[in-house]
């Protein structure tokens, strides 16, 4: 069995890695191709590109990338041509993906879609492209089959997968202080900034910043493992309540009171866990003028989204220095101020997701459709 992958982001890799572990189960030989990072790379995927070359933010990176973009098209759709794989599994990265399905059409090849775009907050068309090109669409949010059976598409709710990715290093929190020599007397804010260079190089400063004026907190900070020790460590200074511990972003979200994280799906990992935060984001002006035009967002984070509001605070990280410090400090007042509302909603939130297996009954889903 072989199975053509694409997965544009390193957050698509990790869901695609797991999913093609669980196909593994159901089908011991089976092969991979596509794009995709070290995850899928590391289950012996042929990448034609990489998440890295694919990495690309907002409208204005999106127009300076046209030519590799084009690129990409042809040469993918050169190498379905050629393989002939059983099926193409198309993960997230809608703006390429869902273009790239039109594409395949002629090849008589079943296209399956894994982690559904947001159509509902914007270009609600496309949830007519999964209808017309894919032979399978499975949903990671359970509102959004509501759509789904409004249109007739054929689609399924499998849970979120970044439950699947909640692997811990720590069997307790005392080892967990041990290691970053915390008493355990203080509150202790983890910070997650991130796993792109330019989140880090745009947050970081905004969150020491903030983290220096607080000696009575003990910090955390989760580095990626893509992240050089050399990026993340020129924004922390040598203070005993500041400490980076590496490969641990599921332990900083268990142990720690609270989190202030970059935008993303980590946002929804955390709330998942019941743990509140505030939600940073950084974004070019015109990137949100654009967004907030063309789309029906009115909030950035996820647990947001689900929710109907902005239940965790939202900071557009703009200006210079001490700016950007006061954002994350005002922020962080507001979630305090109504930190027993947060909790609630928080458990409501993660309720939804609880109990599920994701990737593994996204792969019993493919099956289905490959006997069929």
Known sequence: MKFFIVAGEASGDVHGANLARELLKIYPNAEFSGTGGINLKSLGQKQYFTDSDMAIIGFVEVF????????????????????????????????????????????????????????WIWHYRRIFTLKEYCNLTISILPFEMEYFKKENVNAVYVGNPVIDNFKFNFSNKNAFLKTLSFSGNRKIIGILPGSRKREISSLMSAFIDAALEYDDIDFVISKAD?????????????????????????????????????????????????KPM????????????????????????????????????????????????ELVIEAYNKALSNIDAINEELAKISAVFEGKTPSKTAAEKIAEILQK
């Not at 990265?93 to 159509?119: D, E, H, S, T």
């Not at 511990?245 to 019941?274: H, N, R």
């Not at 909030?299 to 509001?309: C, E, S």
Request: with cysteine; proline share 6%.
């Open 64 to 119: 300076k990338k046209l030519p590799f973009i084009f690129n990409m098209f042809s040469t993918l759709e050169n190498a379905v041509a050629e393989e002939k794989p059983d099926a193409v599994i198309l993960i997230d990265y809608p703006g390429f993906n869902l273009r790239f399905a039109k594409k395949l059409k002629k090849y008589n090849i079943p296209v399956i879609y894994f982690i559904a775009p947001q159509f």
């Open 226 to 274: 893509n992240i050089s020790d050399e990026l993340i460590k020129q924004f922390v200074p040598e203070k005993n309540n500041i400490k980076i511990l590496p490969k641990a972003q599921y332990d900083i979200m268990k142990y720690s009171d609270f989190i202030w994280a970059c935008s993303g799906t980590v946002t929804l990992e955390t709330a998942i866990m019941k």
């Open 278 to 325: 505030i939600i940073v984001y950084s974004a070019s002006k015109i990137n949100v003028f654009l967004a907030k035009k063309l789309s029906n967002l009115r909030t950035i984070g996820l647990p947001n989204i689900i929710a109907g509001y902005e239940l965790l605070p939202e900071v557009h990280c703009v200006g210079e220095g001490s700016a950007k410090k």
